[in-house]
């Protein structure tokens, strides 16, 4: 495994290996610290409830101000009921994250289970500077790119309360706006402005694209809005600096409406003209930054067409010698290099010649003639077309 890592293959190696994990969270773990149906109610806040109640029916409205404003500041059930236990897992490749309601010391037990059946059973430590245990409605653990918290009680929706909420962490936002900032201001990418419009705008597009589709399931997507102006910004000056025009007016050309699921939007466009075929058009922006509880992914069905062959491999089933064109078995021949072949005029032989005027390093041939461009190459004499 630890020649693969970074392969293309290592998720797949990962997933086997880490099986016995995910059984061994799922068939001992989850059943010894999940349990209870649901918790019981607080007393204290039934009390407030029968109390509102009745401040209601009297038509006594500054008490059930003021009981409601209690009320709002208790939990409605026993978060330390004993009775009550919940565990959650899931991995992803080899990221892992558990979700315990429960007592910080029970927490502390599955991580010392964890941590002796990895290193018994697996042969692998935990990292302890990754592997943290986290209260959720403090501070946030990090998963897969996001922040996960639990979602506080605000404004006065007590039914949000407790409930999992994904956060875009700042310092996504800050590192993906760097790339495009020059002593604090976006900049001009000066590696791009010798590019057709239509590859400047798909650059930007697509790396825009990218960041906004993943976090769209992020409550707060619309931190995203500050790497949307520095992006867009950036490549306005990088077309502005292209053209020798100024920003203002790159935006009022490039500037475009298109009609999205969620209405009307204001987006940049850039097209590449083809003759009579359909213009290649990129876009930049477009997306509305709002939150989708949702995420559809759609597969691509796999073409049931097999890719093309490559061209050598046609060239050796026609079994005809490109040199004197007679049919039967052949040889590839082939050198590292076209610069190895001799220059022209300097007595190239017509082996090489043919090979310099197509640009390919091969050369399918008979082994008569393969043999004789290894002994005598001037002899060799080409297939006359």
């Known amino acids: ?78 978060c330390r009921d004993p009775s009550y236990r919940r565990l959650r897992y899931v991995r992803y490749a080899d ?83 760097a790339t495009y ?7 001009a990418q000066r590696a791009l402005q010798n590019r057709h419009d239509h590859d400047i705008v798909a650059a930007f597009g697509t790396r825009y694209r990218g960041i906004v589709n993943y976090y769209l399931l992020a409550a707060d997507v619309y931190r995203l809005e500050r790497v949307r102006w520095t992006m867009q910004t950036s490549m306005l000056k990088t077309l502005a600096g292209k053209h020798k025009s100024s920003v203002a007016k790159m935006a009022v050309r490039y500037r475009a409406t298109i009609e999205t699921p969620d209405g009307t939007r204001t987006c940049f466009e850039a097209a590449r003209h083809r003759g009579n075929r359909k213009p290649q058009v990129a876009r930049f922006g477009g997306i509305p930054l709002s939150r989708r509880k949702t995420a559809i992914l759609t597969d691509r069905v796999p073409s049931r067409n097999p890719l093309p062959r490559k061209e050598i491999i046609t060239r050796l089933q026609r079994s005809a010698c490109e040199l004197c064109g007679i049919h039967g078995e052949v040889h590839a021949h082939h050198v590292a290099k076209l610069s190895e072949l001799a220059p022209p005029g300097q007595n190239q032989p017509e082996w090489a010649r043919l090979m310099a005027s197509r640009r390919r390093k091969t050369l399918v041939v008979c082994p008569p003639c393969h043999e004789l461009i290894h002994t005598d190459p001037a002899q060799v004499t080409p297939l006359t077309t």
């Open 181 to 187: 900032l020059r002593g604090g201001k976006p900049a």
């Open 95 to 177: 990221d892992v994250l558990l979700g315990f309601a429960g007592p910080k010391h029970e927490a502390e037990d599955i991580k010392q289970r964890l941590t002796g059946f990895m290193r018994d059973e697996l042969r692998l430590d935990l990292s302890q500077q990754k592997t943290l245990i986290t209260h959720a409605r403090t501070h946030a653990a990090r998963f897969l790119g996001y922040e996960i918290t639990t979602q506080t009680g605000t404004g006065g929706r007590k039914t949000a309360e407790g409930s999992i909420r994904l956060r875009v962490p700042i310092p996504v936002v800050k590192s993906s706006c």
């Open 1 to 78: 495994m630890a020649n693969c890592v970074g392969g293309v293959v290592s998720p797949i190696l990962c997933n086997i290996y880490l099986h016995k994990l995910d059984e061994f969270v799922e068939h001992t773990l989850i059943p010894e610290y999940t349990r209870g149906t649901r918790r019981t109610r607080n007393s204290e806040y039934e009390r407030i409830r029968h109390r509102l109640a009745r401040a209601r029916k009297r038509g006594d409205r500054d008490t059930v101000r003021q009981l409601r404003a209690q009320q709002a500041r208790l939990p409605s059930v026993d």
